[in-house]
T-cell receptor, first 112, second 111 residues
Framework: EDKVVQSPLSLVVHEGDTVTLNCSYE??????LLWYKQEKKAPTFLFML????IEKKSGRLSSILDKKELFSILNITATQTGDSAVYLC????????????FGTGTKLQVIP | DARVTQTPRHKVTEMGQEVTMRCQPI?????VFWYRQTMMQGLELLAY????????DSGMPKDRFSAEMPDATLATLKIQPSEPRDSAVYFC?????????FGPGTRLTVT
């Protein structure tokens, strides 16, 4: 059974701190890993990663994938209160079907 | 700014009633996913379509749930009969070969 584990489950930091969120996975026929940000509504797409070692970057957020060790990290630098959200990691599998498995998320709270 | 739309946004119904949720994917997207989110289970994939064809609905309780895509602009998820354990937020997502863009969700409460 495909599995996605995120850590930590929750995190409280001060504005300006840098945070690293972790996502490890076990999946048959890996296709891609996706990161989403969810505030009090629908998940918002952040990144899609398919290749190891290539960093994806968007402003203060960046992410990288390690397909050998089966994990990804999401970094947020110079955190702001608007970064407070649940960050979800999802893994897509392929091979005649397309299965998507989500982790339970990391709840990030950024305090002033 | 193209978005996935879902209706209704909120639905309260009594146990045993039929519930139909609708999704309009972003124009041009060929993949539509249905997800359910609860506090206990998180986000679960229920079904997905590619080019309107159902490819996987293994996550869906078949006895009461059904998903269809009658045309490229409409996907439906139906629950009949509904049960209190179906209370959740149901999301539709669309994309090009992936369901990257989520709709706002339908919050379903079954009493």
């Amino acid at each position: 059974e495909d599995k996605v584990v995120q850590s930590p489950l929750s995190l409280v930091v001060h504005e300006g701190d840098t945070v690293t969120l972790n996502c490890s996975y076990e999946v048959t026929n890996f296709r891609s890993l996706l990161w989403y940000k969810q505030e009090k509504k629908a998940p918002t797409f952040l990144f899609m990663l398919t290749s190891s070692g290539i960093e994806k970057k968007s402003g203060r957020l960046s992410s990288i994938l390690d397909k050998k060790e089966l994990f990804s990290i999401l970094n947020i630098t110079a955190t702001q209160t608007g970064d407070s959200a649940v960050y979800l990691c999802a893994v897509e599998a392929s091979g005649g079907y397309q299965k998507v498995t989500f982790g339970t998320g990391t709840k990030l709270q950024v305090i002033p | 700014d193209a978005r996935v739309t879902q209706t209704p946004r909120h639905k309260v119904t009594e146990m045993g009633q039929e519930v139909t949720m609708r999704c309009q994917p972003i124009l041009g997207h060929n993949t539509v996913f249905w997800y359910r989110q609860t506090m206990m289970q998180g986000l679960e994939l229920l079904a997905y379509f590619r080019n309107r064809a159902p490819l996987d609905d293994s996550g869906m309780p078949k006895d009461r749930f059904s998903a269809e895509m009658p045309d490229a602009t409409l996907a439906t998820l139906k629950i009949q009969p509904s049960e209190p354990r179906d209370s959740a937020v149901y999301f539709c997502a669309s994309g090009l070969d992936r369901g990257k863009y989520f709709g706002p969700g339908t919050r379903l409460t079954v009493t």
